[in-house]
């Protein structure tokens, strides 16, 4: 496959692993935050952090929309198809994930709701010019990547006169889940992230530009990353470097698809149909400040929360659950007490084991190997 | 004419036609069915018998039964569909254990309303599935439940064989320095059938890989009939297979990316929905598990084989009181090959 | 995130606002509403039944130059630092 194998390649990994250990202060640590789960994803895919040296490490930041969905969501998506009978669109992603009272979608599609997969909101639309006695609603989740193709089948229902049709709107933006990570951090003075991996796709419809504000006010290097395990080891080369040479500025390796401007026309199409919420809960950050998205009132009768009569109910997370320090890099997997003992992909219980890239669920699947064996394990 | 053929050729007739409740009564309509559909496709000397049961003798040895319940959907996807999935799927049970397959019955639970047409393909694939395999199927059932009640067709087959004497194949066999080995290529099946499902169709030349393995398990245990483990890889794919076994075991693998055969198709479709081809479902091809020192033999014997290809080493078995199953990948890192709780779904985060 | 992949553009479809593109030896149909100037032979990154963005050939060429290079200086590195010591 072009332009992805050659991202993959072992004898540049291994060039660039030497680069980096050369250019790599030993006399000090490097913390780089991969703020997106597709780095993470990579990361332990490929093993990348085998081939780092010991003074370079990642921490896993909270971008996986899945995970920082809270419960109270999915408890409105359930009641939804439970209770009113929709059909409820979703991707993948959002089946298996627990809600409250350990229930799921793919349980209630068990019980008899009307749940069904779909690879895009195209596919949903289709289903309800298929069904037009049946009310179809698609879940929507997904950082700024995601949303755009939302917003183009929001308008294709309006034009099409859809009677049918909506959206529950989960939409998140990634730059106010980065200023409530850094803004924690200044606070509780807790974690030391010195830069941070800016996630790949979301860069390709907003562009770099909105970067330049943390590298400034935080005064920590912003390095756009591709997607592939080369991608992220080049990235952290550069990130490296402006840790070396004292700089914070905004730079770009993903320029194959980053612009600094983005994607103009996807981001005027979402401008259309969307609007900026006050405050949006976010598992394990709490309530965010401008860092949602819901249905303009233009297209109000494709927003699903304004159709049906259902409201999100405040939901808890497990006492002990570690996800929020997790979520903003202040802990790791390990140091959770329910991880890998109460909480496991098969029982997942916070945010971070529930999506495959969430960081627990990755460090269990790909990192697992490295820990001393524990007397779970053994048993 | 006589009046019972004029009797069959209006039977005939409503090949047109639909699956009734009254095609599981067990009254005429049954057995008109039963003739001129299952036995005109299937038929045999023991099916021509007519009664509920078969009797046969078996030569001297073990004999090893199995069984298997089909509930796929979508019922026809390319390369075959469950009747020619289901006499495949329960050859290869027989066959995993190293034994020579002989007889198949198959039971059918049909859905009131199921086509006709539809089911006389599904039996004619069965047939010709079962008569390229040589294994026949020797007797068999018919049931019709009320319309929402199944999904169209359910078949159950269960399969009788004989195994060769020195041939203790089993899954708790494998040993710390055994090789790994694979039949061919991986996902081909679990491929086929998602790109025909709705709502994620893509367009792929993958067809199933279904397909009687028995041929080449007999020339697998000729050429090392002290082979440890036999199985294919069907739902969860090897990464589920190989860690029944290391837990059945109680051993730990290693297992090279590298050296894993896959189509362009699959790994690209698996990229585009985010699966991991470990996991996705093989209905022809099988692993071996079998000492160091035969595994190059038994990589030659199955790659002398049209089912054996591309065989390939693609491993070896270690100590690890845990049952690890783990990787070395592509890039030089390590990961894990969870056993995983459910299907793989496709994502897009 | 955002689980999205490069692919080749097969053939496009102005009024429906489509394309077929290749992902290695796989075909999808996929929107293009969200760009403009869409021709076969381009490459763009499809995420959800979308193309997000355009793949720049001359941009992905030059990374893997700058990757490439970035490990022969650091062998050269090496082998000087070895040779001083």
Partial sequence: ?379 | MTVIEARFAKADACLGGAVEMIHGSGGRATAELVRNLFHRHLGNAFLAQGNDQAAFDIGAGRLVMTTDAHVIAPLFFPGGDIGSLAVHGTINDVAMAGARPLYLSAAFVLEEGFPLADLDRIVASMARASREAGVPVVTGDTKVVEKGKGDGVFITTTGIGLVPEGVHISGDRACPGDAILVSGTLGDHGIAVLSKRENLSFETEIVSDSAALHGLVADMVAAVPTIHCLRDPTRGGLGSTLNEIAQQSRVGMRLAESAIPFKPDVVAACELLGLDPLYIANEGKLTAICEKGDAGRLLAAMRAHPLGRDAAIIGEVVADVHAFVQMQTRFGGNRMVDWLLGDPLPRIC | MCLALPAKVLSIDKEAETAVVALGPVKKEISTALLDEVMPGDYVLIHVGYALHKVSSEEAERTLAMIREAGEDAELSAFVEGAAS
């Fill in chain 1, 1 to 379: 496959m072009k332009y992805v194998d050659e991202f993959r390649d072992r004898q540049l990994a291994e060039g660039l692993a030497k680069a980096i250990r050369h250019e790599a202060n030993t006399r000090r640590s490097y913390n780089v935050m991969e703020f997106c789960g597709g780095h993470t994803h990579a990361i332990f895919r490929y093993g990348v952090q085998d081939l780092m040296p010991k003074n370079v490490s990642y921490v896993h930041g909270p971008g996986c929309p899945v995970c920082v969905l809270p419960i109270g969501r999915i408890d409105h998506a359930l009641e939804l198809s439970e209770q009113h009978g929709v059909t409820l669109c979703s991707y993948g992603d959002m089946l298996r994930v627990p809600a409250s009272k350990r229930r799921s979608l793919l349980k209630a599609k068990a019980d008899g709701a009307d749940i069904r997969m779909v690879y895009s909101i195209d596919d949903a639309l289709k289903i309800a010019r298929q069904n037009p006695s049946r009310e179809v609603v698609f879940f929507a989740i997904g950082f700024e990547t995601t949303t755009p193709p939302t917003a183009v089948a929001i308008r294709k229902a309006q034009a099409e006169g859809l009677k049918n049709f909506s959206v529950f709107c989960n939409h998140v933006l990634t730059p106010a889940a980065l200023k409530a990570i850094l803004g924690n951090a200044e606070e509780s003075g807790s974690v030391s992230i010195d830069a941070f991996l800016g996630p790949s796709h979301v860069s390709s419809v907003i562009g770099s530009k909105p970067y330049e504000y943390f590298a400034d006010k935080y005064k920590r290097p912003v390095v756009i990353a591709g997607f592939e395990p080369l991608d992220v080891m080049q990235a952290t080369l550069m990130a490296i470097r402006q840790l070396n040479e004292g700089r914070h500025v905004v730079e770009n390796q993903y320029v194959r698809v980053v612009t600094r401007d983005g994607n103009v026309k996807a981001q005027t199409l979402v401008a259309e149909v969307l609007e900026l919420r006050s405050s949006f809960e976010w598992r394990g950050l709490g309530e965010v400040p401008s860092s949602a998205l819901r249905i303009r009132e233009a297209y109000a009768d494709f927003d699903a929360e304004k159709r049906f009569g259902v409201t999100t109910k405040p939901s808890r997370d497990a006492k002990s659950c570690e996800c929020p320090s997790i979520l903003r890099g202040e802990k790791k997997p390990t140091d959770c007490k329910l991880f890998g003992t109460v909480c496991t992909p098969d029982n997942p219980i916070g945010s971070c084991m529930v999506s495959s890239e969430g960081a627990c669920a990755a460090y269990w699947t790909y990192g697992r190997f490295r820990q001393p064996s524990s007397p779970l394990e053994a048993a």
